[in-house]
């Protein structure tokens, strides 16, 4: 009878699991196997080349600038999105902010349903030096704002576009950090009141041990998109000026679909899943080694 209804459970997962596999996992090897020729979307070409392109990869200038963007969003993305995410939902869930909660969590949220070429274009007129509200109101403010360019710095546009990245997605985060804090049982803080513990102390020793679940579950999410980061950097300089913010994405894209090189293209593409599947499984099996000790 259990074989039986082993059999059963096989034959409706296989369904799904022929899915996955078709979707998911073919793909994937569809793209590594291409990436060993040259060949384009508008050309019969389709020569084997080998390692050529991952050595061609590894040798452009434009491709560790790329890096290096998206190093900037990550580490930026993790300390916003987990680490002041997770201390506003924190104060948000104190008892002195009960009453106007929602009204904060509607405030941080709102932003997050917005579309990103709305968020993009917007942010790109609000900073523009000839048309935009941001350089006026600093020099009424009394700064020197006149040769201010945000997006046509090549030194700090990077970082422009990182901070109204993090202004779209933190109410995200502190959302489901709300959540994980409400599932909190409240016995450990009044031990912890008894205990003579100050709210610093709380914080570190009761709230992230008992949410790291989603503190790991929020950081796989915000690393992983960082480096696969595209949307904002397309809307807003497409990568310029030159290639100051051009990142692993949108260089993909330009390689793949400007440029009709889709086997450096398809290297680009399979280092990208080869990073982020590094950085989620380290990610994991850091947390089995947590709960092991």
């Not at 990869?57 to 998206?70: C, S």
């Not at 260089?251 to 593409?269: E, I």
């Amino acid at each position: 009878m259990r074989k039986k209804n082993q059999r059963t459970v096989e034959l409706y997962l296989f369904p799904a699991l022929f899915i996955v596999i078709i979707v998911l996992y073919l793909p994937i090897f569809i793209n590594l196997y291409e990436s060993f020729f040259s060949w384009g979307a508008m050309s019969t070409k389709h020569e084997f080349v080998g390692f050529a392109n991952y050595i061609k990869m590894f040798k452009d200038e434009v491709f560790y600038v790329a890096l290096k963007n998206n190093m900037i969003f990550m580490v930026t993305s993790v300390i916003f999105q987990i680490g002041i995410s997770l201390i506003i939902a924190n104060v948000l869930e104190c008892k002195f902010m009960r009453r106007s909660q929602n009204f904060f969590r509607s405030i941080y949220f709102i932003p997050s349903l917005l579309m990103v070429t709305v968020v993009g274009i917007a942010f790109k007129m609000i900073v523009s030096p000839s048309i935009g509200v941001l350089n006026p109101l600093l020099e009424l403010a009394g700064a020197d704002a006149s040769k201010m360019d945000l997006l046509g710095n090549a030194g700090g546009a990077t970082y422009a576009i990182a901070a109204m990245s993090q202004w779209q997605y933190i109410g995200y985060t502190v959302i489901l950090f709300i959540v994980a804090l409400q599932n909190i049982p409240g016995e450990l803080y009044e031990a912890a009141d008894i205990d003579g513990a100050n709210a610093v102390k709380k914080f570190f020793y009761i709230t992230v041990p008992e949410i790291k679940d989603t503190i790991l579950i929020n950081t796989i999410i915000t690393v992983t998109g960082s480096v696969r980061e595209y949307d904002e950097v397309f809307v807003t300089t497409n990568g310029g000026p030159g290639y100051a913010t051009e990142t692993l994405a949108t260089y993909l894209y330009k390689a793949g679909f400007r440029n009709d090189q889709m086997g450096y293209a398809s290297a680009l593409a399979f280092f990208i899943f080869i990073v982020t599947f590094i950085i989620g499984l380290a990610q994991m099996k850091g947390y089995r080694l947590d709960d092991q000790q």
